[in-house]
């Protein structure tokens, strides 16, 4: 399925967590910073996403996706999965006029440019929260788990073009892979949801067992760095 | 020549095929697979899919080769000219097997899809690398009817396609693009902007092809008629997809009927794409055969220019800015020379704020690569602006090399009544599609009489129009002189202004501010000249749009003369005018209001223009006061004072705040910015005294090969800069040998790396190691969200910065 969404008011809160202020609370200077951003943003996203449900089977080489050639190999994938029948694919994006943006204002204004990209990654997070509850919706008697981002854990990043593929997701989103495996446009995202008709375990993996446990600027928060990309 | 479908296109209509993925994934094939291999491993498969397309009407059937391009096809195990030849090969025999009813064959096309990457700069792919692979494709598939580019969303890889097509073949061409509900494609491309772009390349057909049904294609089809006059071409999905089953929801009868209430708008070629089959191509023969279609007369909108995303008419007068030109520009010349591509964005994006329609754009200096620049100039230009740009050079060479991968439609400067420049400059506004500024001058100089002027004007449109130009894409400059120095002059530039536009019909263009050059107040004679110009049928003046009274003739003019209506822009422009005006305090130093920029008198109790004040100003991120300050301190201060006991010592403290959580990223940047913003006063302030810039050692910094996520690498870069580093930034995706050259270029002793992902970490390792290889006396540090300090030392880096103001303390170490 492929929806453009509309995106309604972006979570701030979570914006300043990008930029390093925990739970400090910003000067009015910022604030304001923040809310012409967000104004901007909002006229300047164009905010797409495509999802689709398979059925997947754990084969030889890891967990096989039903009806396409992708195998999801990794000890992270299999957990995340396990007790799981069918796996949605989403990819989500606010699009190429984003990057336009953001090299708009870094000509013209550094720190607008720093907060209006920590807020165009909280709209694609955002994109995928709509994403979610319509994928809730439409399979209603699956539980479902939270979004795991291709190259999280051990499944490998290099899996981008072939998901992207499956999902015809450069067709249908215009969202497409480097040669080294990184999303262009640059504000985009690519996940696997689990549907299992038993309840799973909602909590995340914990901090302890990510290469980035000592340096991350999210652990900690509420959120963790969920499939955050950039 | 093979001129097949142009005979077709003769007819009252085309049937093309429906959709080659829906047939083959109906036949098995899985969601990622490589389609194109089955042309050699099925080919029968293929064959029948085609054969059924002509039984059901189909009088074009595009080959099996979509995405059979050189980075698609990797990995699948065969060659791509195997893969092209015998995707032709199913389908001719297909052709071969099924006459049509009246005993001719279908046509072959040779079906083009997109790269399957994203262009520069958004993403990696190159223009020049996509052409490569265009033309690899269209080599290999010279025994097809047709050349068919389909899906497409970016106007630029278009264009390297068109032009691989042209260049390495003779077969026809035919393009539709994508269009989302919101009628522009995925990058953005307007239905306006693809129609005059690819006239002007000279395409046989163009149109739209999937992502949408018939029904919500209307506006874009209806959008396609205004703009163009070729044939039109319509290939829609069999309408929108079901959420729950995926499958599309018109069957090939309400395909057909709603594909009816488009003729109105004059469509030559009619198919299908996603979701349709044999089914739909039937019914919509039937339907064509029994309804006909009515012969529309389109493409009424005349001179336009455009870049990808915005579409310019001349149907009224449009500002052309003229900032882009070192001429008399100190510090222009030196961002030339210092390959300072920034400094030239900040000049367009504030020409564009101040009201500018088109951008000229002029990098001619002694001493540079004029060509290089003026490419890497087009190209950096098309990143952050949406108005067409004008490409100003007297060079030939250069023209072309910006022609080539100038995105959309642009206007050329200039050709004029010489005979060499008409034998130069009209063939390649031809072959590129560009509208061109013809100036009436000739090998015997500037004629004194309007009437010569005049005749030069006609010759340059006549031998335009007999090479193949539409007349409309001839603008004339009938040239300003110097009112002090040729005062009877001035009204003869008039006349023959005057004369073109109402005799010759064509479009005007003149450049205005010459025309006071050595009087006092030349503010006034300048827009009092360009009124009377405008008001002789002047359409595109170029003029200095950040002079507010030169701007503000042309809107008061276009209100005037009622194209303005209901005074919109005008009220839009002046409504929330300020009673004082303004004081500029430099035009490179952007305002944001609300943000940096708001002067609200928070100086803190302290003198304005005092040391104080600007300490002040940095520590709060007050850019404009902070520029102000400086500008007052540098008539009391050495430059070099402000900077060793001001600014630095503020940076200093601003760090310091940072590095212990007592201020945060954007306030740090905010500073920097207040800090670049005084800089910049200094700059000028010595390059106008002629004196040594400040500029301490030379870094070297660069986001390596792969990897485009480079927004730290920037951050870093403002802070070096602050603390008076000569940075050299390499930008993003950047080659290893890059890197390394730019190192001994520059004899820099500090390079910066900055890697944001797992799989572009190799680059990185790979970078430091050839930079040891050659043996450059040079430090490295590298930084980027998934290093380590470990990691850092295990590829052989000399320091890891953890964030952009440890960057500032290495340099710091390293270079003093």
């Known amino acids: 399925m492929k929806e453009s969404i509309r995106l309604g008011k972006l979570n701030k809160k979570e914006a300043l967590k990008y930029l390093g202020y925990g739970n400090n609370e910003p000067d009015e200077k910022i604030l304001k910073l923040l809310d012409k951003c967000e104004e901007e943003l909002l006229e300047t996203a164009r905010p797409q996403m495509v999802y689709r449900c398979f059925d997947i089977t754990e084969g030889e080489k890891g967990i096989e996706v039903e009806g396409t050639n992708l195998c999801l ?13 069918k796996a949605v694919l989403l990819c989500a994006t606010v699009s190429a006029a984003v990057d336009k943006l953001l090299r708009k204002l870094e000509i013209e204004d550094m720190a607008s440019m720093v907060v209006m990209d920590s807020l165009s990654s909280v709209a694609v997070e955002q994109v995928c929260d709509k994403a979610e509850e319509m994928i809730a919706a439409e399979f209603s008697d699956y539980y479902q788990t939270w979004r795991f981002g291709i190259g999280y854990g051990d499944l490998p990043l290099t899996l981008q073009s072939d998901f992207l593929k499956a999902l015809d997701a450069e067709k249908r989103v215009g969202v497409f892979a480097t040669a080294s495996s990184l999303l262009t446009p640059r ?44 | 020549m093979n001129n097949k479908f142009r005979e077709l296109l003769k007819n009252e209509y085309v049937i093309l095929d429906g959709a080659m993925g829906t047939m083959l994934q109906a036949a098995g094939m899985k969601m990622g697979e490589t389609p194109e291999v089955l042309s050699i491993t099925n080919p029968q498969l293929l064959t029948d899919i085609h054969s059924q397309y002509i039984k059901a009407g189909s009088q074009v059937v595009y080959a099996n080769t979509f995405g059979a391009n050189a980075y698609k096809l990797e990995g699948c195990g065969y060659s791509l000219e195997d893969i092209v030849e015998a995707s032709i090969a199913n389908a001719r025999r297909a052709s071969d097997e099924n006459p049509l009813p009246d005993g001719s ?34 080599k290999a598939g010279k025994s097809a009817d047709l050349i068919v ?20 073949s003779d077969l026809p061409v035919m393009v539709t693009m994508t269009f989302e509900m919101n009628n522009r494609t995925f990058t953005g491309v307007s239905v306006p902007s693809m129609a005059i772009t690819l006239s002007g390349l000279g395409v046989d057909a163009l149109g739209v092809n999937c992502s949408l049904g018939p029904k919500e294609l209307e506006p874009v089809v209806k959008t396609l008629s205004e703009w163009t006059k070729l044939p039109i071409v319509l290939k829609p999905n069999a309408g929108l997809p079901d959420p729950k089953t995926n499958m599309y929801n018109l069957s090939p009868k309400d395909f057909a009927e709603s594909v009816k209430e488009l003729l109105v708008y004059g469509i030559k070629a009619f198919g299908g794409c996603c979701g349709t089959n044999p089914d739909f191509i039937r019914e919509l023969s039937s339907m064509l055969k029994e309804n006909g279609n009515p012969e529309v007369v389109h493409g009424t909108v005349g001179a336009a220019v455009c870049s990808p995303t915005q579409a310019v008419a001349i149907s009224e007068p449009r500002i052309i800015g003229e900032r882009i030109n070192p001429t008399g520009k100190k510090l222009f010349k030196e961002a030339l020379i210092n390959n300072d591509i920034d400094y030239i964005l900040n000049q367009a994006l504030e020409q564009v704020k101040a009201g500018a329609d088109i951008l000229d754009v002029n990098v001619g200096l002694p001493g540079i690569d004029e060509k290089e620049m003026m490419v890497n100039v087009i190209k950096a230009l098309q990143g952050v602006v949406d108005v067409p740009l004008q490409i100003d050079s007297t060079i030939p060479e250069v023209l072309e090399a910006a022609l080539r991968i100038y995105n959309g439609k642009p206007i050329v400067n200039s050709v004029n009544g010489e005979e060499n420049s008409l034998n130069t400059v009209l063939p390649l506004v031809k072959k590129y599609g ?15 009489k309007a009437e010569e002027r005049f005749a030069i004007a006609k010759k340059i449109m006549d031998r335009a129009v007999a090479i193949g130009i539409p007349k409309e894409d001839v603008f004339i400059d009938c040239l300003t002189l110097t009112a002090s120095a040729e005062q009877e002059a001035v009204m003869e530039t008039l006349h023959a202004l005057n004369r073109v536009k109402n005799e010759l019909g064509l479009k005007t263009v003149l450049g205005v501010s010459n025309i006071s050059f050595g009087l006092p107040n030349r503010e006034l004679v300048n827009h009092i000249f360009l009124a009377m110009a405008l008001n ?10 950040n002079n507010e009274a030169m701007t503000g003739t042309v809107r008061a003019y276009k209100l005037l003369a009622n194209y303005d209506r209901n005074s919109v822009d005008f009220i839009k422009a002046y409504a929330n005018m300020p009673k004082v005006k303004k004081i500029v305090v430099d035009d490179n130093v952007s305002q944001q209001p609300g943000a940096a920029g708001v002067s609200d008198g928070a100086s803190g109790g302290v003198p304005a223009g005092s040391a104080e004040a600007l300490m002040h100003a940095v520590l709060n991120g007050l850019k404009t006061e902070g520029a102000q300050c400086t500008e007052e301190l540098l008539k009391s201060m050495d430059s070099m004072d402000i900077v060793n006991e001001i600014l630095i ?82 930008g993003k995706d950047v080659e290893y040998q890059a890197v390394v050259d730019a190192v001994k270029e520059h004899n820099a002793k500090l390079v910066g790396l900055s890697a944001l992902m797992t799989t572009t970490l190799v680059s990185m390792e790979n970078t430091i190691k050839l930079i040891h290889e050659n043996n450059l006396d040079c430090k490295i540090m590298v930084g980027g969200a998934v290093l380590t300090p470990e990691y850092a030392k295990q590829i052989h880096a000399d320091f890891y910065a953890k964030d952009a103001k440890e960057s500032v303390d290495i340099a710091k170490r390293v270079l003093g």
Do not use: W
Not at chain 1, 206 to 229: A, L, W
Not at chain 2, 106 to 127: C, K
Not at chain 2, 536 to 545: C, S
């Open chain 1, 73 to 85: 190999k990794g000890n992270s994938i299999r957990e995340h999965l396990e007790g799981c029948d």
């Open chain 1, 187 to 230: 504000k985009s995202v690519t996940c696997i949801i689990g549907l299992s008709k038993t309840p799973v375990s909602k909590k995340r993996r914990g901090c302890q067992t990510c290469n980035m446990k000592d340096r991350c600027i999210y652990r900690g928060t509420d959120s963790g760095c969920s499939s955050r990309q950039d």
């Open chain 2, 105 to 138: 064959r279908a046509l072959v096309a040779l079906d083009i899809g997109p790269i399957g990457q994203l262009m520069e700069p958004t993403g990696t792919l190159s223009f020049e690398e996509a052409y490569e692979m265009y033309a690899q494709i269209v």
């Open chain 2, 149 to 168: 580019f389909e899906t497409m969303t970016d106007l630029l890889e278009v264009k390297a396609g068109v032009l691989a097509a042209k260049e390495n």
């Open chain 2, 434 to 448: 560009a509208a061109v500024v013809g100036l009436t001058l000739d090998e015997n100089g500037i004629p004194k």
């Open chain 2, 536 to 545: 002789n049928g002047l359409d595109l003046p170029i003029i200095n749009p």
């Open chain 2, 649 to 730: 010592p503020a940076l200093d403290r601003i760090g310091a705040d940072f590095e212990s959580g007592k201020i945060f990223l954007p306030q740090l940047i905010l500073s920097a910015g207040v800090a670049q913003a005084a800089f910049q006063v200094i700059k000028k302030h010595m390059v106008n005294n002629n004196s040594a810039p400040v500029s301490k050692d030379k870094i070297v910094i660069a986001t390596v090969k792969g990897d485009v996520h480079d927004i730290g690498k920037n951050i870093v870069k403002v802070l070096l800069e602050n603390y008076g580093y000569d940075v050299i930034d390499l």
